[in-house]
């Protein structure tokens, strides 16, 4: 269970910085 939280939250935060600075990356 905690696993997939952690996954699911990195893979939101990745979303959100490419969402927000889609060039810095």
């Known amino acids: ?3 997939t939280v952690i996954e699911l ?3 939101f935060f990745m ?3 490419c969402t927000v600075t889609p ?3």
């Open 9 to 11: 939250y990195y893979l």
């Open 23 to 25: 060039q810095k990356y």
């Open 15 to 17: 979303v959100l910085c």
């Open 1 to 3: 269970v905690f696993q």
